[in-house]
């Protein structure tokens, strides 16, 4: 019996972002169970076993002013066009897309041959703090994710904060299961000697990510002032680039002067296990955060973890266990939070890795969940 093909569709496959890095780990886990082919704007890293369809996309280049958003859109339908190609064919079980434009776009065309399809929600505009991205950006997003959930047939998110949001569309017919993105320890590389702090040394925090507003990177710069005003030995390692790191560097410069806070720019992914090993404390003060990878890298790496609030921060980090949360966007809680966590720290009251309760985000039991899955909604697809 000839199993039914999936189609994976992801814009930027061969990126080094966190979405392609999912969409490259799910076609690797589903590959030994139903025959899979990705589908992207952008050629997957070499060696790469797995079937590829290569899908063109416009540049744009005389639109620039007008942000990203027409390549997008460009590259969505051009991907939306090829999965119907495929599925006009015949033999295409499901198709699962990484994009709310992505979902917008095709699968209304794969409807049309009973082919069923999965949303992956990596964020939701509705979550995302002002600030985010421009307006046309903003306005883009506002059109196409309504449109995304009520035309797929399943959504799979990270965390039941944002199962919550998606349900709170009360046009949304899909089913939602809370699947959260698995992390591979290996993928970190090395993770070095446990950090052994000396006495009366600065507490070493760690941020790892977008220096970006809903990261919380103006947030997390203000509670490190803070707490250098109160004389609280702090020094901070900056791993990512964005669009805030000259006016971060600017409040540390001038609100914490003689500090040492090192802004390292982005961290090659098989570098980060050394890094992580390397900090007291990682610090997540997103104001948005679908799930929150970087809180369970720290984590399995042994690192306690300060976080916001928010989103699948919430199902990951216990307060006094491993680590504290403060409220998105209150400076003071966060410097709070700090506080306490470097004492939780000096205490050794954290018990970080807690195998069991990170057990959840390991591949093996992603695998499994997604598998079913995805049978699940190909035998939808059958029944219609």
């Known amino acids: 019996m000839t199993l039914p093909l999936v189609a994976i569709a992801c814009l930027g496959l061969g ?20 025959p899979v082919v990705a589908f992207s704007d952008s050629p997957p890293p070499q060696p790469w076993p797995h079937d590829f369809v290569p899908v063109s996309s416009r540049s744009f280049r005389w639109l620039r002013r007008f942000s990203h958003v027409p390549r ?18 015949g033999g295409l079980g499901a198709a699962v897309l990484h994009s709310h ?17 999965a949303l992956i929600v990596h964020g939701d505009i509705r979550d995302r703090p002002p600030g985010t991205y421009d307006g046309r950006v903003t306005a883009f997003y506002r059109w196409a994710t309504p449109r995304a959930y009520r035309s797929v047939d399943l959504l799979l998110v990270g965390s039941e904060a944002f199962a919550r949001l998606v349900r709170s569309d009360p046009l949304v017919r899909a089913r939602v299961v809370v699947l959260p993105s698995p992390v591979r320890v290996a993928e970190l590389g090395p993770l070095g000697p446990p950090r052994q702090r000396a006495a009366g040394e600065p507490l070493h925090v760690g941020f790892v990510g977008r220096l970006a507003p809903e990261k919380g990177c103006r947030e997390l710069a203000r509670a490190l002032v803070q707490l250098h005003g109160k004389g609280v030995a702090i020094r901070s ?20 002067p003689g500090g040492d806070h090192r802004f390292a720019g982005p961290v090659a992914r098989g570098e980060l296990g050394a890094l992580f090993c390397s900090f007291d404390l990682v610090a997540m003060p ?18 306690p973890v300060v976080a916001s609030r928010t989103g699948g921060l ?8 491993d680590g504290e949360l403060a409220e998105p966007g209150d ?15 000096e205490s050794g009251r954290y018990r970080v890795p807690d195998r069991e309760w ?4 390991d591949p093996e039991f992603y695998q499994g969940r997604l598998v079913e899955e995805i049978k699940r909604l190909i035998a939808m697809g059958v029944s219609r």
Do not use: K, M
């Open 72 to 89: 997008e859109w460009s590259s969505s339908v051009r991907l939306a066009r090829a999965l119907r190609e495929r599925a006009a064919a």
């Open 314 to 321: 919430v199902d990951t980090v216990r307060p006094g266990r």
């Open 358 to 361: 990170l057990a959840r985000f």
């Open 101 to 117: 434009a992505l979902a917008a776009a095709a699968a209304p065309r794969l409807r049309a041959f009973r082919v069923p399809v």
């Open 286 to 303: 997103s104001l948005s955060e679908p799930q929150g990878l970087v809180a369970i890298e720290a984590q399995l790496c042994g690192v």
């Open 15 to 34: 990126g080094g972002g966190s979405v392609a890095g999912i969409a490259r780990l799910q076609t690797e886990l589903l590959a030994p169970h139903l």
């Open 331 to 345: 400076v003071a809680a966060l410097s709070e939070a700090l506080r306490r966590a470097a004492a939780g720290v």
């Open 237 to 256: 390692t900056w791993a990512g680039s964005g669009p805030l790191r000259a006016e971060l560097e600017r409040l540390l410069a001038e609100g914490a």
